[in-house]
């Protein structure tokens, strides 16, 4: 068999699997760490010449039941998301576990442990078990790939819906992998003892844990005294793994990030993170992983007494914790236009409420203008209860909700529609960058653009917005700030008045890493630099990370390297410093 390898990363690898296994359709939302998969799935299909579907959907909801309907009707389907992603598709996925399917189905659900890009940490291992789903949990880039193979081929054989749950670390790891000729894969799931031929402790773990525990017993030099069972099927659990269990005096079980493992071995004296070996959130990082196993064999007489008991060697990673390490909070983009938008919302109403949501425009939390951060959607839904809460009590203050325009589509229709039907009284902003940016640069349903690179009917967000019966919409460019501080007054003015619903200000601007260029307009750093005064308030203030405090020469300079040459750092700097250089665009 004439087999080619390529160096993939586990997500392109899973696409890559799905598509050898004859995959017809596919269907996602963005999210991280789930993103690359989809477009994966159209550059393999386009390579090999495979009729294979593909869709950015609106939301997870519409992913999985696209491609469940898909299932249903015979053909070999996917959907993909992130972790929290698969609680929007969660309705329709525990009704239809139960069905019957005339072709397969795989939901890949990547998780986060961290979690590194998502509001909280979720075992999807943990609801597929509940819930009596079949779930696979792969440990390497290359190993992703057959388990999506494997997974495809279990779901058309056994014609139910399976789940493949890569965490982060093996969804964007790298490692060759091979390229079969259609028809010639096969794949035998590699469960089972995988080290060790010992009885005193045996280890358990799946995923990229099982990897980090391999590779640390190694390097320990204890891989022959030291039993490692690596579990890749989570459930239906394999009967081997209560007989490996139950033969050994000590069993330690390392997943991430649930006790789920723990719940299915059948002993109820394992370590794990009921009961504390394990540490109970955060991410399963190599020196965690380390840590935990040192702890366990130094309490463990691995040979009878024939040698000396284990003693952990933490020189080194004494020796790492001095060095210095300051921590860098994450920050919105350099020229990102949703700063400017933030500060302004900021400068009108330093006193209101801002309900907030989930993107990178999340990270207004630094400008001070996100309060709240739920879910997706969530910042619309709440700017109306608290509309509620304060007219109860006679009060009228400034509510200023916030979302991105791909967040819109996905989760906001409904309840704008609510706020308008209602008359809610706040006024929300939707920054719209034209694309998902945090998780990659995919679409909307307003770019016009299919996952495939064909092109679509755009839909605007002003005419849904219209369509709702919002009577108080401007569009503006959110660069220009000042027009943005007085637009916000005057939609609070608005609702003051006889206003019978939300105001809604669209700040459209493309993102700076569509753009690839400077900015035209721009400006002269030297001149903003020879200006400063050495005030501190734009980088107290505006948290843009071109621009730095120099202590020895007591004033602003700029990284060029980073700026953009946006020039909206003019509008906060008091003594109006670089103002005479801005060349107007």
């Not at 989570?234 to 209560?242: G, H, I, K, M, T």
């Not at 700026?563 to 906060?572: A, E, M, P, S, Y």
Request: include cysteine.
């Amino acid at each position: 068999m004439n087999v080619e390898f390529e160096v993939l990363m586990g997500n392109h690898a899973i696409a890559r699997g799905l598509v050898e296994a004859g995959l017809d359709l596919a269907a996602a939302y963005p999210g991280t760490p789930s993103s690359e998969i989809l477009p994966g799935i159209v550059r393999f299909g386009s390579q090999d010449s495979r009729r294979v579907y593909a869709e950015w959907s609106t939301n997870e909801r519409c992913a999985f039941e696209t491609a469940f309907g898909a299932a249903l009707a015979g053909k070999r389907a996917a959907c993909m998301m992130k972790q929290v992603g698969l609680n929007v598709a969660f309705p329709s996925l525990l009704r239809g576990k139960s069905k019957t399917i005339k072709g397969a189905l795989v939901i890949v659900s990547c998780d986060d442990p961290g979690p590194q890009s998502s509001q909280t940490e979720q075992d999807t291992r943990l609801l597929a078990a509940l819930f009596g789903i079949p779930v696979f949990d792969p440990s390497s880039p290359r190993e992703a790939g057959d388990v999506a193979y494997y997974a495809l081929k279990y779901s058309f054989e056994h014609k139910v819906p399976v789940i493949l749950r890569p965490t982060h670390r093996v969804s964007h790891a790298r490692e060759a992998a091979p390229f079969y000729p259609a028809g010639e894969r096969e794949v035998v799931l590699d469960e089972g003892v995988r080290a060790g031929r010992g009885r005193k402790l045996g280890i358990i773990a799946s995923g990229m844990s099982c990897s980090l525990a391999f590779d640390v017993l190694a390097r320990l030099g204890v891989e022959e005294d030291v039993s490692l069972y690596k579990v890749i099927k989570v459930f239906p659990v394999d009967p081997r793994l209560a007989q490996f269990a139950n033969s050994m005096e000590k069993v330690l079980v390392i997943e991430e990030t649930d006790a789920v493992l723990e719940g299915l071995v059948g002993r109820a004296d394992v370590l794990g993170r009921r009961n504390g070996y394990i540490p109970a959130e955060g991410e399963l990082t190599y020196d965690v992983v380390r840590g935990v196993i040192e702890r366990v064999l130094a309490e463990t007489d691995l040979t009878g007494g024939r040698r000396e008991k284990f003693v952990p060697d933490t020189s080194i990673r004494d020796a790492v914790r001095t060095v210095p390490f300051s921590a860098r909070p994450p920050t919105l983009c350099a020229g990102c236009s949703h700063r400017a938008s933030f500060y302004a919302m900021k400068q009108a109403f330093p006193d209101a409420v801002f309900p907030g949501d989930i993107g990178c425009y999340t990270l207004g939390i630094a400008l001070g203008a996100v309060d709240t951060c739920i879910d997706m959607g969530g910042g619309v839904n709440l700017a109306s209860g608290f509309h509620d809460t304060f007219t109860q009590d006679g009060a009228l203050i400034p509510i200023i909700a916030s979302v991105g325009d791909s967040t819109f589509f996905h989760a906001c229709l409904p309840p704008l529609y609510d706020a308008v039907l209602k008359g809610k009284r706040f006024i929300l902003v939707i920054m719209d960058n034209s694309t998902t940016a945090m998780t990659g640069m995919q679409p909307t349903p307003q770019t016009g653009v299919r996952a495939d690179g064909t092109c679509a009917p755009p839909i605007r967000i002003e005419e849904i917005v219209r369509s709702f019966g919002v009577q108080f919409l401007k569009i503006l460019d959110p660069y220009d700030v000042p027009c943005m501080i007085d637009t916000m007054k005057e939609a609070f003015s608005y609702l003051q008045g006889a206003a019978k619903g939300p105001a809604v200000i669209i700040a459209r601007r493309e993102c700076r890493l569509l753009s690839h260029t400077k900015e035209e307009r721009g400006f002269d750093p030297a001149v903003f630099i020879e200006d400063c005064t050495g005030c501190k308030t734009c980088v107290d203030t505006f948290d843009c990370p071109g621009l730095a405090f120099n202590e020895d020469e007591q004033r602003v300079t700029i990284d060029d390297g980073l700026c953009t040459r946006c020039g909206t750092c003019l509008n906060v700097c008091p003594a109006q410093a670089g103002a005479a250089a801005v060349v107007p665009g």
